[in-house]
T-cell receptor, first 111, second 117 residues
Framework: EDKVVQSPLSLVVHEGDTVTLNCSYEVTNFRSLLWYKQEKKAPTFLFMLTSSGIEKKSGRLSSILDKKELFSILNITATQTGDSAIYLCAVSETGANNLFFGTGTRLTVIP | GAGVSQSPSNKVTEKGKDVELRCDPISGHTALYWYRQSLGQGLEFLIYFQGNSAPDKSGLPSDRFSAERTGGSVSTLTIQRTQQEDSAVYLC???????????????FGPGTRLLVL
């Protein structure tokens, strides 16, 4: 049973569009939710969210967590071709050493 | 070093052969993780090392998989008698200890793409 589910699986947009990526999770003892960007091989850290309703922002990217409804969204405004990547959502759980990852959303931004 | 490094970047082997994958974590990071990413799948946890503590091997898929971490730094993941289903990208990550943010912000290496023919 998947603990982390991301949607959509893939997305194609034009430069300048705004996109919203979704991540829902189901873990027993939630601790935090993380977003990563994976362009080639190495996922790079974007955000870590632990509290509901507090938006994290970095440039054109922002993310928010809803611990009641068990989901997070990642927004990217004014998309650029360099935003093309797989965006991975992961959650950590008390008692587990590892992160549980979703399968990712593959975003393609076309000029 | 500036980041997590892994070698080799690509490995092609024949079914039944053993392979060794290497990970150099970020200097000073005491926690080290191995994950596997198969085509179209999310990252699958394999094993976790923290300092001198016994490793968490709960994610290893079979006894053909093993890993060690010598001197609290470099780690080697060994796959014995490789099978075609072992083909995947093997990612290593490291993190600091201390606050939750430090522990859970994992920095990933570029991975080793393993292909078993």
């Amino acid at each position: 049973e998947d603990k982390v589910v991301q949607s959509p699986l893939s997305l194609v947009v034009h430069e300048g569009d705004t996109v919203t990526l979704n991540c829902s999770y189901e873990v027993t003892n939630f601790r935090s939710l993380l977003w990563y960007k994976q362009e080639k091989k190495a996922p790079t850290f974007l955000f870590m969210l632990t509290s509901s309703g507090i938006e994290k922002k970095s440039g054109r990217l922002s993310s928010i967590l809803d611990k009641k409804e068990l989901f997070s969204i990642l927004n990217i405004t004014a998309t650029q071709t360099g935003d093309s990547a797989i965006y991975l959502c992961a959650v950590s759980e008390t008692g587990a050493n590892n992160l549980f990852f979703g399968t990712g959303t593959r975003l393609t931004v076309i000029p | 070093g500036a980041g997590v490094s892994q070698s080799p970047s690509n490995k092609v082997t024949e079914k039944g052969k053993d392979v060794e994958l290497r990970c150099d974590p970020i200097s000073g990071h005491t926690a080290l993780y191995w994950y596997r990413q198969s085509l179209g799948q999310g990252l699958e946890f394999l094993i976790y090392f923290q300092g001198n503590s016994a490793p968490d091997k709960s994610g290893l898929p079979s006894d053909r998989f093993s890993a060690e971490r010598t001197g609290g730094s470099v780690s080697t993941l060994t796959i014995q008698r490789t099978q075609q289903e072992d083909s995947a990208v093997y990612l290593c990550a490291s993190s600091l200890t201390g606050t939750r943010t430090r522990r859970e912000t994992q920095y990933f290496g570029p991975g080793t793409r393993l292909l078993v023919l």
